[in-house]
């Protein structure tokens, strides 16, 4: 494993529409959100906004040293709800099971899939999620860019919507959020049982 991961400071959230991104979300206060794939936080402060002290903000990534500054971001802000997490989301995330009402996987779904290391982590966030919870999914739309990764790696509706029917999760709306990207919605099946290897 590199020690700083593909991916590391790069950010889309200033190419989307946060407030078409957070009316799709519709976070309440007492929301368990985690931000798989958090970065440098630019969505988990944004969500902070959404989420108060009665839910929680999981803002996980492998990058040591993004979540560092995102933890002496928020605590610097008082924001408490926000907990960070530096691990490797495909082999274990440091939650319970069924603890967590959203997933958003902001442009990190393309990199776990080039990594070889999808199908982990998204055994993990199917085991975290309620039953009935919601995986949101930003990718850039498989055209050229700048911005975004190569056309080659990038992922289209359809590709995303087949990766994750095989944890469980079945479509719930897609809608753009800019020229560049689009965000796609799951709904984790009620009686899945698929988890991650223990
Ligand atoms: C393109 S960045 C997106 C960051 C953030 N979602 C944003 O757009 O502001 C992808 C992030 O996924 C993280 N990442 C890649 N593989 C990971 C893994 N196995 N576990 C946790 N984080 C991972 C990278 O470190 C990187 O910060």
């Not at 519709?26 to 970065?39: I, K």
């Not at 008082?78 to 995330?93: E, P, Y």
């Not at 995986?135 to 911005?147: D, Q, Y």
């Not at 919507?161 to 709306?173: N, R, S």
Request: charged content about 20%; hydrophobic content about 45%.
């Amino acid at each position: 494993m590199p020690t700083q991961p593909a991916g590391a400071g790069k950010s889309s959230f200033g190419y989307i529409d946060g407030a078409t991104l957070f009316r799709c979300l519709a976070l309440r206060p007492d929301h368990v959100l985690l931000d798989l794939g958090c970065g440098a936080g630019n969505y988990t402060f944004a969500a902070a906004d959404h989420i108060q002290a009665a839910g929680a903000i999981h803002a996980v990534d492998l990058w040591a040293e993004g979540v560092a500054a995102l933890q002496t971001r928020a605590r610097r802000e008082g924001l408490h709800q926000i907990q960070t997490h530096a691990v490797d989301a495909s082999k274990a995330l440091p939650l319970n099971d069924d603890v967590v009402d959203v997933c958003l996987m902001a442009t990190v779904l393309h990199d776990l899939v080039t990594d070889g290391t999808h199908k982990g982590a998204l055994g993990e966030v199917a085991r975290v999620l309620k039953p009935g919870g919601r995986l949101a999914v930003v990718e850039f739309e498989k055209e050229g860019g700048p911005p975004g990764p190569p056309r080659h790696i990038r992922l289209a509706p359809a590709e995303v919507a087949e990766l994750l029917a095989a944890h469980g999760f079945t479509p719930a709306g897609q809608t753009g959020l800019s020229p560049h990207l689009y965000l796609a919605l799951f709904d984790l099946k009620a009686d899945t049982v698929e988890r991650s290897a223990p």
